[in-house]
């Protein structure tokens, strides 16, 4: 239904501007109508997705398995971003653009915090991630809308960040769910001590997702919190605060379900830790993680 009305707004968009008579070359230099930028705003939404066309994201994340979740995460969240970049900046005059940032801005802000409350309370831990990534996507998009050289750049980062660390974070409840049939975050605990290979993984993925430092997530926030700062600081505490709830809900999972005492819920359950196949793509995942992070830290101190 969601990609339905989205596609409309898509197609209604090149009605009008097909309507206009307007050539492909034509499109770096002329500047739409405002109606127009509501209908690719919308699609694009939908498709972030960014507060209120998010509802589809976390029933989408529960229903799907854990490879279909891993490529509406790593990718496909991601072409809302990247339709915004280089469709909707490009497309019109940066008076319309103005003309909308505050609608924008307080949608964006709107996903932080509800995204980072609603992670707060899930036990589902699949919805966890699925909230999770509705907040960070809202931050990614503060960053576009920002209009600020360090925000876009932030935001693009940002969100290649979100799709190695929210695919590896699916991975590894896949993992999890084959081994428990549960994704309950109360079926957990003390997997620190059974299961170290994951937990290891689990830890520092969340970490990632949350923007430690020496991660790839710690960069692209500081540059949009620095977009924020300079184009928009009269919400920068809100901005704070909702980074802040969803650092609390990943560090209250972590707590849940790596340390205490061990416990089986279910008589199929397995202790079994990762195999082969399983730590080579969490590796993998892992390599470039910490690359980009530390690639990020160092060309920005040798830029400086």
């Not at 991601?78 to 003309?99: A, C, D, R, V, W």
Request: charged share 10%; hydrophobic share 60%; net charge neutral.
């Amino acid at each position: 239904m969601f990609t339905v009305y989205g596609s409309v707004a898509v197609l209604l968009f090149l009605v009008n501007l097909y309507g206009a008579a307007l050539s492909y070359l034509d499109l770096d230099y002329v500047g739409l109508d405002k109606n127009m930028w509501i209908l690719l705003f919308v699609a694009f939404c939908v498709k972030a997705p960014l507060f209120p066309f998010h509802v589809w994201l976390p029933f989408a994340h529960v229903e799907a398995s854990t490879g279909a979740s891993i490529i509406l995460a790593a990718i496909m969240l991601k072409l809302g971003g990247y339709g915004i970049i280089k469709f909707m900046l490009p497309l019109f005059f940066f008076e319309t653009h103005l003309f909308f940032k505050p609608f924008a801005v307080f949608l964006c802000l709107i996903s932080i915090v509800y995204g980072g409350y609603c992670s707060l309370r899930q036990l589902d831990l699949k919805r966890q991630v699925a909230f999770s990534s509705i907040a960070h996507m809202g931050f990614a998009l503060l960053g576009i809308f920002s209009f600020t050289e360090v925000g876009i750049k932030g935001s693009i980062y940002l969100m290649i960040s979100h799709g190695l660390t929210s695919s590896a974070l699916f991975f590894l409840i896949g993992v999890l769910s084959d081994r428990f049939h549960t994704r309950s975050v109360l079926a957990f605990s003390g997997l620190f001590t059974v299961m170290p290979s994951f937990s290891f993984f689990l830890l520092v993925f969340s970490l990632a997702n949350i923007g430690f430092p020496g991660t790839s997530g710690f960069l692209p926030e500081f540059f949009v919190l620095i977009a924020v700062l300079k184009s928009i600081p009269s919400i920068l505490l809100f901005v704070l605060f909702g980074m802040f709830v969803l650092t609390a809900s990943s560090l209250l999972v972590i707590l849940r379900v790596l340390f205490g005492h061990a416990k089986i819920f279910f008589v199929r359950s397995s202790w079994i830790d990762l195999l082969f196949h399983e730590f080579f793509v969490l590796a993998v995942l892992l390599f470039w993680v910490i690359h980009l992070g530390l690639f990020d830290f160092f060309s920005v101190n040798i830029h400086h």
